[in-house]
């Protein structure tokens, strides 16, 4: 009897790329992975859509097609709302991911507040917290709407079920790796329910022409726990940034079929929740000592947005050990390459130093437009002088110490003057580029090694330390 409705079969799945397999393989034949492959049982429902009876199906001329772009709901968070490139399109489901307490439970609820008090009904699944627990939350961040639905259930199929019913504006899921659904045999959280789960609320979100938001998790190596699978089924992937004990956080798409992936959004945690910060540059040079070794400012380019942001090296001697290099908000490999082109180029004899390089505000700047900032802060701490204070570094370092052109010059130059930075020094420019900054209220000085910009970018050497005796004591 309990076999007469499913048809049970057992599968082969991959935990690392999600591949399914009616036998074992010792090796993943898809993604090559080692004792990858884990069984799982299968429930096939007799309502599944490979079985379920169509009847209208039928080709839509292009024409006809109503646009997405002109029905987006504003969420009402500007930061937000850039990101996702002007507000949720109906039926798009979104996948937000982050490490733990980083606060995207946080900002889902700020953002279900404020649909629920503009827009209309949002449900909100709460599959890790009890009602109370979100309940606290609300209160803390001051969400205060009747239209906020608050469901605390892991079962889906529960939970879609009341979405039906409800007919919410937009369902958030408090995450994907704590809902599972029945049918399947295997835990919450394994490749098998976060692939059914994903699939079922996709195809309620393009059914019911809802907006969707799924909560992710994301183990220590950076991706989203479960298969990645689940990146490619949603539409868009947005990713929430920071160091956790650092109150800013980054929200950055980085798959969004409805929108650029170019915008970030820059908030700030405070005790009642996340504050959008409209101007980051100035926050994120607000605590910056002045006339201190070490510290460089350079202008990134975040998608289109240009942001002034600190960095801080440190160079210490040790004596017999490995000289350490350690880099937060920057890449270690380029770290090691800025390293290796100041001994060779310059004569730096950094081999006995350890190396500190730290993003100030706990941002990750990935751009090699930073390059320059963080050869010329290295310098600044390795000959104890300051980088002028009236000055911003843009620039990419390639392996001869020459600096390299970078994007969007002229806003980060603009992005800079208008900041009250007085001085840039740059590559070398092109002439269309050099008509550009002219116009510009800041000195624009291209440099075209990394050697020259270090000297145009340091303060006076001071009286008790200068360049060339460390260089020689070294020697
Ligand atoms: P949370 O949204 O629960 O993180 P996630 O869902 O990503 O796991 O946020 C948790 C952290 O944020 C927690 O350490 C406390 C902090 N926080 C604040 O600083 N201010 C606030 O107003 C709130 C709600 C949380
Ligand atoms: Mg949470």
Same mark, same amino acid.
């Given at each position: 009897m309990p076999r007469s409705?499913?048809?049970?079969?057992?599968?082969?799945?991959?935990?690392?790329?999600?591949?399914?397999?009616?036998?074992?393989?010792?090796?993943?034949?898809?993604?090559?992975?080692?004792?990858?492959?884990?069984?799982?049982?299968?429930?096939?429902?007799?309502?599944?859509?490979?079985?379920?009876?169509?009847?209208?199906?039928?080709?839509?001329?292009?024409? =006809?097609?109503?646009?997405?772009?002109?029905?987006?709901l504003p969420i009402g968070?500007?930061?937000?709302?850039?990101? *996702?490139?002007?507000?949720?399109?109906?039926?798009?489901?979104?996948?937000?991911?982050?490490?733990?307490?980083?606060?995207?439970?946080?900002?889902?609820?700020?953002?279900?507040?404020?649909?629920?008090?503009?827009?209309?009904?949002?449900?909100?699944?709460?599959? %890790?917290?009890?009602?109370?627990?979100v309940k606290l939350r609300a209160d803390r961040i001051?969400?205060?709407?009747? =239209?906020?639905?608050?469901?605390p259930e892991t079962s889906l199929t529960a939970a879609l079920d009341v979405a039906?019913?409800?007919?919410?504006?937009?369902?958030?899921?408090?995450?994907? =790796?704590?809902v599972f659904v029945e049918e399947l045999a295997s835990?919450?959280?394994?490749?098998?329910?976060?692939?059914?789960?994903?699939?079922?609320?996709m195809r309620y979100a393009k059914e019911?022409?809802?907006?969707?938001?799924?909560?992710?998790?994301?183990?220590? %190596?950076?991706?989203?726990?479960?298969p990645r699978v689940v990146e490619h089924m949603v539409d868009a992937v947005l990713y929430l940034e920071g160091e956790r004990f650092h109150q800013y956080r980054v929200l950055r798409a980085v798959k969004n079929r409805f929108g650029s992936t170019d915008e970030v959004g820059v908030f700030e945690m405070a005790d009642h929740g996340l504050q959008e910060v409209g101007n980051p540059s100035g926050v994120f040079l607000e605590q910056r000592l002045h006339d201190?070794?070490?510290?460089?400012?350079?202008?990134?380019? %975040?998608?289109?947005?240009?942001?002034?942001?600190?960095?801080?090296?440190?160079?210490?001697?040790?004596?017999?050990?490995?000289?350490r290099r350690t880099a937060t908000g920057f890449d270690l490999n380029r770290l090691q390459l800025l390293v290796a082109v100041l001994q060779k180029r310059l004569g730096y004899r950094l081999g006995h130093h350890d190396i500190?390089?730290?993003?100030?505000?706990?941002?990750?700047?990935?751009?090699?437009?930073?390059? *320059?900032?963080?050869?010329?802060?290295?310098?600044?701490?390795?000959?104890?002088?300051?980088?002028?204070?009236?000055?911003?570094?843009?620039? %990419?370092?390639?392996l001869s110490g020459e600096l390299r052109s970078v994007s969007g010059l002229d806003r980060r130059l603009q992005e800079a003057a208008s900041l009250g930075f007085q001085r840039a020094v740059i590559p070398p420019l092109s002439e269309r580029n050099q008509v550009l900054t002219n116009r510009l209220p800041l000195t624009v000085i291209s440099a075209r090694t990394v050697a020259e910009a270090i000297t145009l970018s340091l303060a006076e050497a001071s009286p008790t330390v200068s360049l060339q005796d460390d260089v020689e004591a070294e020697a």
């Open positions: 409705r499913h048809d049970r079969s057992t599968r082969w799945v991959c935990q690392q790329c999600g591949y399914e397999s009616p036998g074992f393989y010792g090796r993943c034949p898809s993604c090559g992975a080692w004792n990858s492959l884990v069984e799982t049982v299968i429930v096939d429902r007799p309502s599944s859509s490979s079985g379920r009876h169509r009847t209208s199906v039928h080709a839509v001329p292009l024409a =006809q097609v109503t646009s997405a772009g002109e029905r987006r968070l500007g930061e937000f709302d850039r990101v *996702l490139g002007g507000g949720l399109v109906p039926g798009a489901l979104i996948l937000l991911g982050g490490d733990p307490g980083i606060g995207k439970s946080t900002l889902l609820l700020q953002a279900a507040g404020n649909v629920a008090n503009r827009i209309g009904s949002v449900l909100y699944i709460a599959a %890790e917290e009890s009602a109370e627990q001051g969400v205060d709407a009747d =239209q906020l639905y608050l469901l039906q019913a409800l007919k919410p504006r937009v369902v958030i899921v408090d995450s994907i =790796q704590t835990s919450p959280g394994t490749v098998s329910q976060v692939r059914e789960c994903t699939a079922r609320l019911a022409h809802v907006p969707v938001f799924l909560v992710g998790h994301v183990t220590k %190596e950076g991706v989203i726990a479960g201190a070794p070490g510290s460089a400012v350079i202008v990134t380019l %975040e998608g289109t947005r240009p942001i002034l942001i600190e960095v801080q090296a440190l160079t210490s001697p040790v004596g017999y050990a490995m000289p500190f390089v730290n993003v100030t505000g706990g941002l990750r700047v990935v751009e090699p437009a930073a390059d *320059l900032g963080v050869a010329v802060a290295i310098a600044s701490s390795f000959t104890e002088r300051p980088v002028r204070d009236d000055t911003v570094l843009i620039g %990419e370092i390639g």
